[in-house]
Each structure stands twice: as structure tokens, then as C-alpha cells.
């Protein structure tokens, strides 16, 4: 079984503007649709709740591990796939994976990949579900900030 999840996404929009809209907490907040509690930092804890439509009352939680100007953003988030009672009885999901953003020029746009990675660290039969539900999440998050970015 595959342990990681790769989207990749042309944007027409230079390298710079995709990477302010990963990078400031209140733009990636808008297309990602979460309320960040503070700007991202390395070795930091980046908090808050999610803003999509029925998700209002799930928890943001992630570290920040990678800020590469231009060319790298990584975090690492609990691997719960949205499983509403992990993340409300506040169960503590041992397992977390990693999401790295990757900015490549693309003429003159940007070829961003976004990588999960780790899913080998997570029991069955949650691996299974939190790796069907993120693959979901990650084509719509690609096409979130596409959109964002270009308008």
C-alpha cells in the first residue's frame, strides 16, 4: 500500500504570489478554509478551527516543520482523516503526517506539488480511511488554491 498521497497543480501565477498565499497564515486560511490562530513559524504549534461548511467545529492543529522561501512549506498535522470523534473527545492521535508544498517556475506560472507522506505509521483500518478522505481533500485543497491564486 502506498504511504504517501502527491497532487500536483499548474498555476498561472508566478512563484512569489503562490508562495505568499502558502505562506501567510490569513491567505492559506482563505483557500484552505481554516481560521488560523497566528502566522506560521518554524518549530512552531500552528492552531485554530476549520471554516468549510459543516467542518466549522473541527480543530486546526499542525507543526510547522519547513519555511523555505520559494521553494519548500511543510507541516506535520494528526493523521485523523476528519474523523469528527478523534479530533472532539480529544483523543491524541499518536500518529502524524507530513505535508510539504514544493514551488516550481513553470514558464510563467508555478508547478506546485503537494506531498503527504507517513501513512506507513498509521494502524489499519484507519490508514485505509485517512488516506481515502485526505486524497479527496487534496484534489479539492489543489484546485482551492489554484483558483485562489489565479483570481
Given at each position: 500500500?502506498?504511504?504517501?498521497i ?14 505568499d498565499a ?10 484552505f478554509?481554516?481560521?488560523?490562530d ?11 478551527h476549520?471554516?468549510?461548511p459543516?467542518?466549522?467545529d473541527?480543530?486546526?492543529?499542525a507543526?510547522?516543520i519547513a519555511?523555505?522561501?520559494?521553494r ?15 479530533m ?5 492521535v ?12 513553470a514558464g510563467?506560472g ?12 498509521v ?9 481515502r478522505?485526505?486524497d479527496?481533500?487534496?484534489t ?12
Open positions: 500500500m502506498p504511504d504517501s502527491t497532487k500536483i497543480v499548474e498555476i498561472a501565477a508566478p512563484v512569489e504570489r503562490v508562495w502558502l505562506i501567510d497564515h490569513e491567505k492559506f486560511g482563505a483557500w478554509c481554516v481560521a488560523l497566528q502566522p506560521f513559524a518554524v518549530g512552531g504549534a500552528s492552531t485554530g476549520m471554516t468549510y459543516g467542518y466549522e473541527y480543530r486546526w492543529e507543526r510547522v519555511i523555505e522561501p520559494m519548500r512549506f511543510s507541516f506535520e498535522w494528526p493523521a485523523t482523516g476528519g474523523d469528527k470523534q478523534l472532539e473527545n480529544g483523543t491524541r499518536a500518529e502524524w503526517t507530513l505535508v510539504e508544498f514544493l514551488l516550481e517556475p510563467e508555478t508547478l506546485l506539488t503537494v506531498i503527504e507522506s507517513g501513512f506507513d505509521k494502524p489499519e483500518p484507519r490508514r485505509s480511511n485517512v488516506m478522505s485526505n479527496g481533500g487534496w479539492e485543497q489543489v484546485e482551492n488554491i489554484r483558483r485562489y491564486v489565479e483570481h
